[in-house]
Nanobody, 119 residues
Framework: QVHLVESGGGSVQPGGSLRLSCAASGRIFSINVMGWYRHSPGKQRDLVAEISSGGSTTYADSVKGRFTISTDNAKNAVYLQMNSLKPEDTAVYYC?????????????WGQGTQVTVSS
């Protein structure tokens, strides 16, 4: 059994910053990719950023230069530092981890955390 627990969402004014955290626990043999997605009303769930076990990163064009993804391998955790936030960043943010348990390999999702950017 694998569990992902997210934290760090909230409300902030435009131009502000937030840091999201996601920690994976349970039967984890190896982690391949960790990432963040977001879902806002009327839109599909889109990739925000992801990082591979080798450290390669991918960012959505809309967040490049403003968001930074990082990991703490000892804690099986992934973080998303979000700076210069805009109203269009408002969404529910989900972490996703592609990992192996030793028996299975697949994607696991966090419960989601709301980020609201508004004046």
């Amino acid at each position: 059994q694998v569990h992902l627990v997210e934290s760090g969402g909230g409300s902030v004014q435009p131009g502000g910053s937030l840091r999201l955290s996601c920690a994976a626990s349970g039967r984890i043999f190896s982690i391949n990719v960790m990432g963040w997605y977001r879902h806002s009303p009327g839109k599909q769930r889109d990739l925000v950023a992801e990082i591979s076990s080798g450290g390669s990163t991918t960012y959505a064009d809309s967040v490049k230069g403003r968001f930074t993804i990082s990991t703490d391998n000892a804690k099986n955790a992934v973080y998303l530092q979000m700076n210069s936030l805009k109203p269009e960043d408002t969404a529910v943010y989900y972490c996703k981890v592609h990992l192996s348990t030793g028996w299975t390999t697949g994607n696991y999702w966090g419960q989601g955390t709301q980020v609201t950017v508004s004046s």
